[in-house]
């Protein structure tokens, strides 16, 4: 046996090894990001909540935007696996509890602080997992799997905004929560069995964590255009989707049809849109990628102006919500890519917390404003505004300076 063909022998297993955790962990991530920005929406709305209550659902994202404040203590306090274990076990504890406020008639002040509880935990998680997958893979490890990881993600969300609203829809909301409780705790003992350990060796940190951590991500070229993209690339499509819910209701689609149209008619389509995202970079690199995958993203918007202008049928309807994940799933693959590049040395899972924390903050007050925004002014103006405000993102995507780009 040549040498290559023994070194292609020796790291099948090493790779299928890591697909599966990759796997894992990242639908781990996204199940609890679908409970707070999806399942609670879908809740509020099937509650009778009104559209400025449902947009300020969006402010859950405020423990995404400040996560970096605390993501210096997961670099420091023990392991990363020890992290994603414990927060799963909390986290499968508190979604538990939404089971309560879920009875008979809503208590949605009780909700509303519990989902609460939920966001800052998930977003701790989100630190631990991400820290994880960068340290554990080279930069062309994580490229390659970029499109993976955003499909498992996705089908996390298939699983919370799909088939666990269609249940709530078709059972009850307790039933949901419990059982989305449940899946948190298996995903937890999961990772007690197969994630391997990270080498104490990148677990290292001195100095004064988050001022180290903070100043070193600032060192990178074109640091203003960065943080000015990283901040606008979801703005428009974050206000378009906080509206999704409410206009599908709006076109007379009850909680089990909205589960299934956003849940998995978008979700799938978002997954196909993840991996084919992922392997067009992997192949062709980020920095030919980049505009073309933001142009997709923000063109998709459109659709849903017409949507609710036109009011078609279902399978009208059916095929905007899968164009627009289709597209939505190609800018997520670029941006993680993006982000993770961002990451360097010793404080890589920070470096990581600050970009996504950034990425949040337009998508948390886009959102939150939008259901005052779409009473003021009707869904079809409301989506044409979501799109104008795309394209700041765009213009930035465009003018990246190609050196900023690893690949």
């Given at each position: 046996?040549?040498?290559?063909?023994?070194?292609?022998?020796?790291?099948?297993?090493?790779?299928?090894?890591?697909?599966?955790?990759?796997?894992?962990?990242?639908?781990?991530?996204?199940?609890?990001?679908?409970?707070?920005?999806?399942?609670?929406?879908?809740?509020?709305?099937a509650?009778?909540?009104?559209?400025?209550?449902?947009?300020?659902?969006?402010?859950y994202?405020l423990?995404?935007?400040?996560?970096?404040?605390?993501?210096?203590?997961v670099?420091?306090?023990?392991?990363k696996?020890?992290?994603?274990?414990?927060?799963?076990l909390l986290?499968?504890?508190?979604?538990a509890?939404?089971a309560w406020?879920?009875?008979?008639?809503?208590?949605?002040?009780?909700?509303a602080?519990?989902?609460?509880?939920v966001?800052f935990?998930?977003?701790?998680?989100?630190?631990a997992?991400?820290?994880?997958?960068?340290?554990?893979?080279?930069?062309?490890d994580?490229?390659?799997?970029?499109?993976?990881?955003v499909?498992a993600y996705?089908?996390?969300?298939l699983?919370?905004?799909?088939?666990?609203?269609?249940?709530?829809?078709?059972?009850?909301?307790?039933?949901a929560?419990?059982?989305?409780?449940?899946?948190?705790?298996?995903?937890?003992?999961?990772?007690?069995?197969?994630?391997?350990p990270?080498?104490?060796?990148?677990?290292?940190?001195?100095?004064?964590?988050?001022?180290?951590?903070f100043f070193s991500?600032?060192?990178?070229?074109?640091?203003?255009?960065?943080?000015?993209f990283?901040?606008?690339?979801?703005?428009?499509?974050?206000?378009?989707?906080?509206?999704?819910?409410?206009?599908?209701?709006e076109?007379?689609?009850?909680?089990?049809?909205r589960?299934?149209?956003?849940g998995?008619?978008?979700?799938l389509?978002g997954?196909?849109?993840?991996l084919?995202?992922g392997?067009?970079?992997?192949r062709?690199?980020?920095?030919?990628?980049?505009?073309?995958f933001?142009?997709?993203q923000?063109?998709a918007i459109?659709?849903?102006?017409?949507?609710?202008?036109?009011?078609?049928?279902?399978?009208?309807?059916?095929?905007?919500?899968?164009?627009?994940?289709?597209?939505?799933?190609?800018?997520?693959?670029?941006l993680?890519?993006?982000?993770?590049?961002?990451?360097?040395?010793?404080?890589?899972?920070?470096?990581?917390?600050?970009?996504?924390?950034l990425?949040?903050?337009?998508?948390?007050?886009?959102?939150?404003?939008?259901g005052?925004?779409?009473?003021?002014v009707?869904?079809?103006?409301?989506f044409?505004f979501?799109?104008?405000?795309?394209w700041?993102?765009?213009?930035?995507?465009?003018?990246?300076?190609a050196?900023v780009?690893?690949?």
């Amino acid at each position: 046996m040549s040498s290559t063909a023994a070194s292609v022998d020796a790291t099948t297993p090493q790779r299928g090894r890591t697909v599966i955790w990759a796997l894992s962990t990242y639908f781990a991530q996204g199940l609890p990001y679908s409970i707070v920005h999806q399942m609670s929406a879908q809740f509020f709305t099937a509650a009778g909540a009104s559209l400025q209550a449902i947009g300020l659902t969006s402010l859950y994202g405020l423990a995404w935007n400040l996560k970096f404040l605390w993501s210096p203590l997961v670099d420091l306090i023990s392991t990363k696996k020890s992290w994603i274990i414990g927060i799963e076990l909390l986290l499968a504890a508190v979604v538990a509890m939404l089971a309560w406020p879920a009875q008979g008639s809503f208590d949605l002040a009780l909700a509303a602080k519990i989902f609460l509880v939920v966001a800052f935990l998930a977003a701790t998680h989100d630190i631990a997992i991400d820290g994880y997958y960068i340290q554990s893979l080279d930069d062309a490890d994580q490229a390659a799997y970029s499109g993976l990881r955003v499909a498992a993600y996705r089908v996390a969300l298939l699983v919370g905004n799909g088939a666990l609203v269609v249940l709530a829809g078709k059972v009850s909301w307790m039933i949901a929560f419990l059982a989305a409780a449940g899946i948190l705790a298996l995903l937890a003992l999961m990772h007690k069995l197969i994630l391997p350990p990270v080498p104490a060796s990148v677990r290292q940190v001195g100095g004064s964590v988050l001022r180290d951590a903070f100043f070193s991500y600032l060192r990178q070229p074109h640091i203003w255009m960065v943080l000015g993209f990283i901040l606008l690339f979801r703005a428009g499509d974050a206000m378009m989707f906080a509206m999704s819910t409410p206009l599908l209701k709006e076109l007379g689609y009850d909680t089990a049809a909205r589960g299934f149209l956003s849940g998995t008619v978008g979700t799938l389509a978002g997954i196909g849109g993840a991996l084919l995202g992922g392997a067009l970079i992997s192949r062709h690199g980020l920095r030919r990628t980049f505009f073309p995958f933001a142009l997709v993203q923000s063109l998709a918007i459109p659709a849903y102006a017409w949507m609710a202008y036109v009011e078609p049928g279902f399978w009208g309807v059916a095929f905007v919500v899968g164009f627009e994940q289709l597209a939505a799933g190609f800018g997520t693959a670029a941006l993680m890519v993006f982000l993770m590049q961002r990451c360097q040395g010793d404080y890589q899972a920070t470096h990581f917390a600050i970009g996504s924390a950034l990425m949040s903050v337009a998508a948390t007050f886009a959102g939150s404003a939008s259901g005052f925004i779409a009473d003021s002014v009707g869904f079809t103006v409301f989506f044409w505004f979501a799109f104008a405000l795309s394209w700041p993102g765009v213009i930035l995507a465009g003018l990246m300076p190609a050196r900023v780009h690893h690949g």
